[in-house]
């Protein structure tokens, strides 16, 4: 496959920087149960049809929406199967959440008594010491 038609198949945006807006995470929710034309999206925010326009350019580019010409009008609707991508990612590091939760847990209920596991403090570790 050549680097042209590579790139062409790839989105401009990924799913995370798509999201990261909460903007375009609000278009996400309002298109959850319908497809809707642009005018009628823009009046649910507080700014210009145009920036809302390329709000769901972004969001298109990741491939979290599609659009559909109707006559002069195109709709806009949710595709969620990219935020399977964010899904997995999360699922990765769920195992070490509930690790922690699972920590917490025994320290709040622990008796508080002298000899506890939690006697010591928590250590906190960065990236940089993984």
Do not use: C
Request: no cysteine.
């Amino acid at each position: 496959m050549s680097k042209a038609n590579k790139a062409e198949e790839e989105p401009k945006h990924d799913v995370f920087q798509a999201i990261a807006d909460p903007t375009r995470r609000s278009l996400l929710k309002l298109l959850i149960d319908q497809e809707m034309p642009v005018n009628v999206i823009s009046g649910h925010f507080p700014m210009s049809r145009t920036a809302v326009s390329k709000h769901l350019r972004v969001l298109a580019e990741a491939g979290l929406v599609k659009e559909r010409k109707v006559g002069r009008e195109t709709r806009y609707r949710l595709d969620a199967e990219p935020l399977l991508q964010l899904k997995q990612w999360l699922s990765y590091y769920e195992r070490y959440w509930e690790n922690k939760l699972g920590v917490l847990k025994r320290l709040v209920e622990s008796d508080g008594s002298v000899g506890s596991e939690f006697d010591t403090p928590l250590k906190i570790v960065t990236d940089d010491e993984t």
